[in-house]
């Protein structure tokens, strides 16, 4: 057996926010011949002709919902989504027949042009930028709600790259308001307010003061033989004052990165101006990190925030919104989508240590 084998981590971590959410760590699989995402072919050009985002090609998409600055040459610009997931164009009524119910798919869905540049990466804009991005989102997403109190949830999201689901190669994001809180979310606020009802503390916030002041040693019973260490900041990317970047303990995607705030908040909309310009230094150099380590990956990333509607506000105290990146690194198996288990081949300590290895400017 090699070396690297005879280490391999093999152990089912539990998702201590949503428990019925498991991942399996098996390092042993890396070994393995497997297909992996190739890194997203990168068009650096500044300006494309036949781009509708291009400035200039404005004529070629909807009108603007929203501009900065409002005049003048663009930094950012918000149109409805041609193909929208979910619109406000017609109303259905709500059907139930035998077992089987629908409810109308009312809501919003548009696209933020990132920036005027074509091919610039995230990590490549400035954080004054990035922080200008984050306010966007936060004002689209409260007027979002404040425009129709049927919008039970407001999901901001980024992909990049053809694996991550993205159609067009110009910089973009996409926020989508919908009448219903989506599953992924409903199990986070249910289940933080769980732990909040045990405990009286927020789990992202005890989360985040266990990556700060956390030390352990385990030991194996028999030999006395240490089987691991876990070492204050182990699970730390990157921090800045209002912001820390964390990687999971069950990381379900093998680069899986974590953002959140320093200050319990369970609405996004609610970030300040100072939160914003943090938020988006803290968000540049961890996307830096990544795109050094992993050389343009392929990528999710989206914004879970506090859903509105009855008995949202009794969840305040227990819920915590926070950023999840997601490199799509690997093809899901059979396993994965059989089991609903995801399945890890780094350890998430080894993917720590390589990002914190980066240095950045």
């Given amino acids: ?31 393995r011949p497997k297909k992996e995402e190739p890194p997203a072919p990168h068009d650096a050009r500044s300006h494309v002709e036949t781009c509708p985002f291009c400035r200039g090609n404005e004529d070629r998409t909807p009108p603007p919902i929203a501009q900065v600055p409002e005049s003048g040459e663009w930094r950012l610009r918000i149109v409805e989504n041609l193909y929208p997931v979910l619109g406000d164009d017609q109303q259905n009524p709500n059907l139930a027949f035998g077992l089987q119910q629908t409810i109308d798919g009312y809501g919003r869905h548009e696209v933020v042009i990132d920036h005027g540049s074509h091919g610039i990466r995230i990590h490549e804009m400035g954080g004054e930028h990035l922080g200008l991005l984050f306010s966007t989102y936060r004002d689209r997403m409260g007027e979002l709600y404040r425009a129709n109190p049927s919008v039970r949830a407001v999901l901001v999201f980024k992909n990049f790259g053809l694996a991550a689901g993205a159609s067009i190669s110009h910089t973009h994001s996409q926020i989508v308001a919908m009448p219903v809180v989506p599953y992924n979310i409903e199990s986070e606020v249910q289940n933080s307010a769980a732990h909040y009802e045990k405990t009286g503390q927020c789990i992202y916030c005890s989360l985040i003061n266990e990556a700060l002041t956390f030390e352990a040693t385990f030991y194996d019973r028999e030999s006395g033989v240490v089987r691991r260490k876990i070492s204050v900041g182990q699970y730390i990317i990157e921090r800045g004052r209002r912001f820390i970047a964390i990687k999971p303990f069950a990381s379900r995607f093998e680069w899986e990165v974590q953002i959140l705030p320093f200050d319990h908040e369970a609405d996004f909309s609610n970030l300040s101006a100072d939160d914003a310009a943090d938020l988006g230094r803290v968000f ?8 050094s380590v992993l050389g343009g990956a392929q990528y999710n990333f989206f914004i879970h925030s506090l859903p509105h509607g009855p008995g949202a506000n009794a969840h305040r105290p227990s819920y915590h919104w926070h950023i999840e990146i997601c490199p799509r690194t690997s093809v899901p198996t059979g396993f994965e989508l059989g089991s609903g288990l995801f399945m890890n081949t780094i350890s998430p300590e080894d993917a720590a240590a390589r990002l914190r290895s980066v240095e950045l400017g």
């Fill in 284 to 291: 540049r150099r961890t996307m830096a990190r990544l795109n």
């Fill in 1 to 31: 057996m090699g070396n690297d084998a005879a280490k391999a981590i093999r152990e089912i971590r539990i998702n201590p926010v949503v428990p019925g959410e498991s991942v399996l760590i098996a390092t042993a699989r890396s070994l």
